[in-house]
C-alpha cells in the first residue's frame, strides 16, 4: 500500500506540473462547462421571425396572424405578397418560416367549404423549423376550432354543446421529466458530460507513455517495477482528478445554471466513477501499447469525439445502421449517458440502471488487465535493453 501511495503522489505531481496533463484535465473542462452552460442560457427558442402572406385579408385571417403574432414561438416581422418573397427572405436568413392565407377563406369558412393555409419552414434549420410548426399549427387549429364555434353559437347552438360537435375528442398531452423543452437542461448536462469523457481518454493515453517520452521512467521503476502496482497507483490518481471535476460540474456549474438535482448527486456520482474508470482504462491500454505519443493521441480524439453523435442523445440508435450501433456500444460515454438519462433526467431509483453499470463495470475488467499485462511486457523489455 505504501508503495502505490507513493505512485499516486508522484502521479499527482505529474498532473499538476505536465502541461499536457493539466491543461487537459483542469483547464480546458472549467472554460468547456462555462461555455456549454452559456450557449444555452436562454433556455428556449422564442419569437422565431416569420412572415405573412395573406391574401384575404378578412377579420379571420387578421385573428389568426394576431394569435401567431402572441405566440411565444413565432414573431411576425414580415408582410410578403408572393411565394418568390418568402424564398428571398429565407435565403437571406431574415425569416424562419411564413404562413399563406388564400383568397376567400373567411367566405369558405362560412360556407362549410375546406380552405386551405399553408405553413411554411425552413427544413434546413430542423430545430426553428419544428417550433414555427408547432406553434404555427397549434395557432391555425385553434383558431380554425373557435371560427367554427363561433358560428354554431350565432345559430342558436349552445356553448357546451357547439363545442363538443366541434371538438368530439380532446387530447391533453403531459410532457414527463423536461415539460417546458429547456434547451439548456436537455443539451448543457450531456455536453457536459461528453467533454468529461474526452479530456479523460486523451489525459490518459499520456499516463504510461509519457514516462519514456519525458525519461522519468527509472525514477519510477525505483518506486515499483509492478506494472499492477503502478497502474493500480496512477489510475487512483487520475479518479481523485475526476472527482475534483465532478464537484465542479455538480456542485458549481449545474446550480448556476438552475441545473442542479441534489436528489440525484450519488447515483450520478456512482455511475460517473464508473465512466471515469472505463475511460482511464480505455486510455491506460493505449498507452501501454504504443509508445507514440502522437499516434494514440490520434486515436483517443478518433474515438472519443463522435461519442455524443454515436450516443444516441439526438438520435435513437436503434434507427442507425447496424454498424453504427455497434461502433456506439464500444464507447464507454453511449451507456453512460442510457444511465445517466435514467438516474439524472427521469431521478429513478439505481436499480434501474444496472444494465448500464454492468457495461461500465465490463470495461473496466478488460481494459485493465489488458494494460498491465501490456505495461509489464515493455518494463521487463525497457530493463532488459538496460541491462544488456
Known amino acids: 500500500m ?41 433556455q428556449f427558442a422564442k419569437e422565431l421571425p416569420m412572415a405573412v402572406w395573406d391574401e384575404d385579408q378578412s377579420s379571420v385571417s ?35 418560416g411564413a404562413v399563406h392565407f388564400p383568397k376567400n377563406l373567411e367566405s369558405d369558412v362560412k360556407k362549410n367549404h375546406q380552405s386551405n393555409i399553408t ?14 410548426y408547432k406553434g404555427g399549427a397549434e395557432v391555425i387549429i385553434k383558431g380554425g376550432l373557435a371560427v367554427v364555434l ?27 421529466y423536461n415539460p417546458d423543452f429547456n434547451y439548456q437542461m436537455y443539451l448543457t448536462p450531456g455536453l457536459i458530460t461528453v467533454g468529461l469523457q474526452m479530456a479523460l481518454v486523451v489525459a490518459s493515453v499520456l499516463i504510461l507513455n509519457l514516462e519514456f ?25 487520475h479518479l481523485c482528478i475526476s472527482w475534483i471535476l465532478f464537484v465542479l460540474v455538480a456542485y458549481i456549474v449545474f446550480p448556476v445554471f438552475e441545473l442542479g438535482k441534489p436528489q440525484t448527486d450519488f447515483n450520478f456520482f456512482l455511475i460517473y466513477t464508473l465512466m471515469s474508470l472505463a475511460c482511464i482504462g480505455i486510455g491506460m491500454m493505449l498507452s501501454a501499447m504504443s509508445n507514440n505519443l502522437l499516434f494514440v493521441t490520434d486515436v483517443a480524439l478518433f474515438f472519443t469525439s463522435p461519442a455524443f453523435v454515436f450516443s444516441g442523445f439526438t438520435f435513437p440508435r436503434w434507427a442507425m445502421p447496424w454498424y453504427d450501433q455497434f461502433y456506439a456500444d464500444i464507447m464507454p460515454y453511449t451507456h453512460f449517458l442510457d444511465g445517466f438519462i435514467k438516474l439524472y ?30 505495461f509489464q511486457r515493455k518494463i521487463n523489455n525497457y530493463l532488459k535493453e538496460k541491462s544488456v
Do not use: C
Open 150 to 176: 363561433q358560428k354554431a353559437e350565432k345559430q342558436g347552438m349552445p356553448a357546451e354543446q357547439a363545442t363538443a360537435l366541434v371538438q368530439p375528442i380532446k387530447l391533453n398531452t403531459t410532457t414527463l
Open 119 to 132: 405553413l411554411y419552414t425552413n427544413g434546413a434549420y430542423l430545430v426553428p423549423a419544428k417550433m414555427i
Open 2 to 42: 505504501k508503495t502505490i501511495s507513493q505512485i499516486i503522489i508522484r502521479e499527482w505531481k505529474r498532473i499538476f506540473s505536465i502541461p499536457n496533463f493539466y491543461v487537459v484535465l483542469l483547464v480546458i473542462p472549467p472554460i468547456i462547462f462555462l461555455f456549454y452552460g452559456l450557449i444555452y442560457q436562454k
Open 345 to 374: 433526467f427521469m431521478e429513478l431509483p439505481l436499480s434501474y440502471a444496472m444494465p448500464e453499470i454492468f457495461k461500465l463495470l465490463i470495461f473496466t475488467g478488460v481494459t485493465f488487465p489488458l494494460s498491465i499485462v501490456f
Open 213 to 237: 517520452k519525458r525519461n522519468t521512467v527509472d525514477e519510477l521503476l525505483k518506486i515499483s517495477s509492478s506494472s499492477s502496482q503502478i497502474i493500480v497507483g496512477k489510475t487512483l490518481a
Open 62 to 96: 387578421r385573428q389568426l396572424t394576431d394569435m401567431m403574432d402572441h405566440s411565444d414561438l413565432i414573431h411576425i416581422t414580415e408582410k410578403v405578397s408572393s411565394n418568390a418573397e418568402i424564398e428571398k427572405l429565407m435565403k437571406e436568413g431574415k425569416i424562419f
